[in-house]
Antibody
């Protein structure tokens, strides 16, 4: 059973870059079965997909965030990462990493989430 | 982007009640519709995928239906542990989008 764990700073200053890493355990990282994705949730609000990346490095980003988002993978460490630049208070929220199961097309495994606050 | 609209936004029901949540897509998504349950402070958990497939380990009192633009999630006999917020999500066309959520409370 795949397990995911987010890590990274909990506080980021406005205009700076948010950086998070997701570490995968309990299964194969280099599998074409899953896209590795990021989803966020502002406090008290709903879920927003940010983007996804395949182990090969192929990416899909939400168009409205595309200019600020970069995702990458490190297969040797079984990790994938998110960078979101030029953050504002609107980027505050819980960030989840998750697997997107291809074929059945749903978010199957989720990390516990990490709260990122954008504030000076 | 495909817009997903859930109704109601919240509901309160008694143990044993039948509960139905609806989700409408702004365009046809065939059957690419998933349902998640989220409890306070926890990550979402998938219940139903591709409209009606029950995820392994999810109780059979949960069921999904629909196709095209209109979908339902039904809990046939509400249990105390079913409180939380339920989200629909379309995976027909990127960017993947979620409904705004339906908060279920136990009376």
């Amino acid at each position: 059973q795949l397990q995911l764990q987010e890590s990274g700073p909990g506080l980021v200053k406005p205009s700076e870059t948010l950086s998070l890493t997701c570490t995968v355990s309990g299964g194969s990282f280099s599998s074409s079965r899953y896209y590795w994705g990021w989803i966020r949730q502002p406090p008290g609000k709903g879920l927003e997909w940010i983007g996804s990346i395949l182990y090969s490095g192929s990416t899909h980003y939400k168009p409205s965030l595309k200019s600020r988002v970069t995702m990458s993978v490190d297969t040797s460490k079984k990790q994938f990462s998110l960078k979101l630049s030029s953050v504002t208070a609107a980027d505050t929220g819980v960030y989840y990493c998750a697997t997107f199961r291809q074929g059945d097309e749903y978010f199957q495994h989720w990390g516990q989430g990490t709260l990122v606050t954008v504030s000076s | 982007d495909i817009q997903m609209t859930q109704s109601p936004s919240s509901l309160s029901a008694s143990i044993g009640d039948r509960v139905t949540i609806t989700c409408r897509a702004s365009q046809s998504i065939t059957r690419y519709l998933n349902w998640y349950q989220q409890k306070p402070g926890k990550a979402p958990k998938v219940l139903i995928y591709t409209a009606s497939s029950l995820q392994t380990g999810v109780p059979s009192r949960f069921s999904g239906g629909g196709s095209g633009t209109d979908f339902t999630l039904t809990i046939t006999s509400l249990q105390p542990e079913d409180f939380g917020t339920y989200y629909c999500q379309q995976s027909y066309s990127a960017p993947w989008t979620f409904g705004q959520g339906t908060k279920v409370e136990i009376k």
